[in-house]
């Protein structure tokens, strides 16, 4: 089983990235997925997150309206479009696959990093 993010790197406020989370090993259209993050001292943040079937998705407050979530189940990957972005977005961002009908995350991937800064 892998999940390997892609697409982080250093930007400068106000733009954007799109990240991927390519899936293996396991049958992703059975899995919700969710992107996290993490920041230096800081816990591990549910960012946003998208139904198996692709229908379905929520985002924290902090990236309503910035960010879009989205998934090719036949690519088997999920992505975090994120733009306006802010120096606070600065962080580990990690994907995850959650089984349907169950609660906790049954794989995480190990995460790309992103710097908002100018």
């Known amino acids: 089983v892998q999940l390997v993010e892609s697409g982080g790197g250093l930007v400068q406020p106000g733009g954007s990235l799109r990240l991927s989370c390519a899936a293996s090993?396991?049958?992703?259209?059975?899995?919700?997925m969710k992107w996290y993050s993490q920041a230096p001292g800081k816990e591990r943040a549910l960012v946003a997150g998208i139904s198996s079937r692709g229908d379905t998705s929520y985002y924290a407050d902090s990236a309503k309206g910035r960010f879009t979530i989205s998934r090719d189940n036949g690519a088997k990957t999920v992505y975090l479009q994120m733009s306006s972005l802010k120096p606070e977005d600065t962080a580990v961002y990690l994907c995850?696959?959650?089984?349907?009908?169950?609660?906790?995350?049954?794989?995480w991937g190990q995460g790309t990093q992103v710097t908002v800064s100018s």
């Open positions: 995850a696959a959650v089984m349907d009908g169950r609660w906790s995350v049954a794989y």
């Open positions: 090993g396991f049958t992703f259209s059975n899995y919700k």
